[in-house]
C-alpha cells in the first residue's frame, strides 16, 4: 500500500463547476498535510495547507481533513480553465521529508 | 527574492558521465531536499539535509550523493549516470522538518 495515495484521474469538470480532489494516506500519526498544483513543464505550487480536522478555506479552494477516516480532500470552487493542472497532495509522516501522491490531473473544459 | 534557484535546467549525459545538480536558496530555510519526478510515480525523495552538516537518504538513494555546502547550497551528484536516472529533479526547501516545503523550476535530465 502507497502511503499517500491519488487517483490519477484525469478528472474532468465544466468551467464553473466544483472540482473535487480526495487524498488517502496510511500513517496514523502524520500531522501536517498539504496540497500543490504543478502545471506541465513547471515545478510543485503550494497552494493550500491543513493541520487540524475540518476544513480550511483560501479563496476558491477548500481544503478538508478527516483524520480518522485518513483522507484529505481538496475542493476547487467555480473552476476555471486556468485550474487545469495536476494536484498533489503531501504529508508530513514524520520522517523528516514530505511524502508525495502521484497526483492528479484535473482538466477544465470551457 | 529568487526563492529556490537550480542549474542547470536542461542537462543530457552520456551513461557513465558524471555530474553535480546545484540548489541554492535565500530564504534562510534549515531543510532542504532533493526529489526526482517519473510519470506516473509522483514525487519521490532522494536524499535530504534536515538542517545544516546533516544529509540523510530518502526513498531512493542509489547512484546519487549529496553535499550541504552550507545553509544556502545543497547540491547532488550522480557519479557514474545510468539511463534509469532519466528524470525531473527537483530541489525544495522547507523552514523545518514537517512543514511546507518551496520547490526550484526543476532540471531535466536525460541520459542516453
Known amino acids: 500500500q502507497k502511503e499517500v495515495e491519488q487517483n490519477s484521474g484525469p478528472l474532468s469538470v465544466p468551467e464553473g463547476a466544483i472540482a473535487s480532489l480526495n487524498c488517502t494516506y496510511s500513517?496514523?500519526?502524520?500531522?501536517?498535510f498539504f496540497w500543490y498544483r504543478q502545471y506541465s513543464g513547471k515545478s510543485p505550487e503550494l497552494i493550500m495547507s491543513?493541520?487540524?480536522?475540518g476544513d480550511q478555506e483560501d479563496g476558491r479552494f477548500t481544503a478538508q481533513l478527516n483524520k480518522a477516516s485518513q483522507y484529505v480532500s481538496l475542493l476547487i470552487r467555480d473552476s476555471q480553465p486556468s485550474d487545469s493542472a495536476t494536484y498533489l497532495c503531501?504529508?508530513?509522516?514524520?520522517?523528516?521529508?514530505?511524502?508525495f501522491g502521484s497526483g492528479t490531473r484535473l482538466q477544465v473544459q470551457p | 527574492n529568487a526563492g529556490v534557484t537550480q542549474t542547470p535546467k536542461f542537462q543530457v549525459l552520456k551513461t557513465g558521465q558524471s555530474m553535480t545538480l546545484q540548489c541554492a536558496q535565500d530564504?534562510?530555510?534549515?531543510?532542504m531536499y532533493w526529489y526526482r519526478q517519473d510519470p506516473g510515480m509522483g514525487l519521490r525523495l532522494i536524499y535530504y539535509?534536515?538542517?545544516?552538516?546533516?544529509?540523510d537518504k530518502g526513498e531512493v538513494p542509489n547512484g546519487y550523493n549529496v553535499s550541504r555546502l552550507n545553509k544556502r547550497e545543497f547540491s547532488l551528484r550522480l557519479e557514474s549516470a545510468a539511463p534509469s536516472q532519466t528524470s525531473v529533479y527537483f530541489c525544495?526547501?522547507?523552514?523545518?522538518?514537517?512543514?511546507?516545503?518551496?520547490f526550484g523550476q526543476g532540471t531535466r535530465l536525460t541520459v542516453v
Open positions: 525544495a526547501s522547507s523552514e523545518g522538518v514537517g512543514v511546507a516545503a518551496f
Open positions: 500513517d496514523r500519526g502524520s500531522q501536517s
Open positions: 491543513i493541520y487540524s480536522n
Open positions: 503531501a504529508v508530513d509522516t514524520g520522517r523528516r521529508a514530505l511524502t
Open positions: 530564504m534562510n530555510h534549515n531543510s
Open positions: 539535509s534536515a538542517s545544516e552538516g546533516t544529509t
